[in-house]
């Protein structure tokens, strides 16, 4: 972790859909720690999908970045970590987390944690493809009530990963944060060699230092509490320190959405990039007046123009309390 020296000890979760280069880029001009991608299939990258290569493309400006893979092919997943070594990440993280039922049908994602002998040699395979740092993403088992942490940790330490994250619930319980087990994180990071990072149940900036005090890991991530707040981390730093969230002006919110706008006109071009904006454009509209006439208005635009002009429009006359409802 030294060598990658991230900025804060907060991280940008990889989300599906949402954690692409431009919301990354936004994110990244407040501060964070390691951002990483959206997860990228080794198959994809094995057969050389369009969509699959597109999700590797960054900027300078993002490091440090992780990509993350999935799968459940050990050669691919050793193909895959040897491509993505020339495209300059800073290192690549398995995802054996993830609990979307097409992924698991697949033996991916969350399922390897079913079959840890796999998870071993997967990890194994790109340890061994690879001099980028290897870091490894898990949920606390695939069952409810399971706990394989403990194999988990001994797979990372004996491979030499640089850090695991630990998203503290099980694939059967979902996102349910009355299900989330801190103390599952708590004892792992008492007895880990290496660096653990926390995932799971943040809301609010409360919740991260929560989740800090209670689990003492060095590090924390966060993902879905950022999309429509790319200050989230920022301000979760400074509420960890100060005890004080971040004031954002009205209008420098403004000024943020228009940027991310103009960044994913600039990375899709403008007809795609205009259509990805759209869940942001909802997320962005938690907190003003008229949030249901401005999604239904942002459903339909096609320019760049018209999106600005929208923004402008909607968020000039109202104040939006850090997108959170008032």
């Not at 972790?1 to 000890?9: D, G, S």
């Not at 299939?41 to 440090?64: A, W």
């Not at 997943?77 to 990440?89: C, D, E, R, Y």
């Not at 995802?95 to 049908?105: E, H, L």
Request: aromatic share 10%; proline share 4%.
């Amino acid at each position: 972790m030294n060598r990658l020296n991230p900025e804060i000890p907060i991280f940008l979760a990889p989300l599906a859909g949402y954690t692409d280069s431009p919301f990354r880029r936004v994110v990244r001009s407040f501060g964070a720690g390691i951002v990483f991608t959206e997860m990228v299939s080794v198959m994809g990258i094995k057969f050389k999908d369009k969509n699959t290569l597109g999700l590797l493309k960054f900027y300078p400006e993002e490091h440090p970045i992780f990509v993350q893979l999935f799968g459940s092919d050990i050669d691919a997943f050793a193909h895959a970590s040897k491509f993505v070594t020339n495209l300059k990440f800073d290192g690549i993280d398995i995802n054996a987390g993830c609990p979307v039922p097409k992924i698991v049908k697949d033996g991916s994602g969350s399922y390897l944690l079913k079959d840890l002998t796999r998870l071993a040699k997967i990890v194994h395979a790109v340890k061994s493809s690879s001099d980028l740092p290897v870091s490894l993403k898990v949920r606390k088992g695939f069952n409810k009530g399971e706990n394989v942490l403990s194999g988990v940790l001994k797979i990372a330490e004996n491979e030499g990963v640089s850090f695991l994250t630990i998203h503290a619930i099980t694939t059967e319980e979902g996102f349910k944060k009355e299900s989330e087990d801190w103390d599952a994180i708590a004892e792992i990071v008492a007895k880990a060699k290496i660096p653990i990072v926390a995932n799971g149940g943040v809301e609010e900036e409360e919740d991260v230092k929560a989740l800090f005090e209670k689990t003492n890991a060095p590090y924390v991530m966060i993902g879905r509490a950022t999309i429509g707040r790319p200050w989230f981390l920022k301000s979760s730093y400074k509420f960890l320190k100060e005890n004080i969230k971040l004031d954002i002006p009205n209008k420098e919110k403004i000024d943020i959405i228009v940027r991310h706008i103009e960044s994913a006109v600039e990375f899709y071009g403008e007809e795609k990039g205009i259509v990805e904006m759209r869940k942001h454009f909802i997320k962005y509209a938690r907190g003003i007046r008229r949030a249901a006439e401005f999604r239904r208005y942002a459903n339909s635009i096609k320019t760049k123009e018209e999106a600005i002009a929208l923004v402008r429009a909607f968020f000039d006359e109202t104040e939006v309390k850090d997108g959170r409802t008032s």
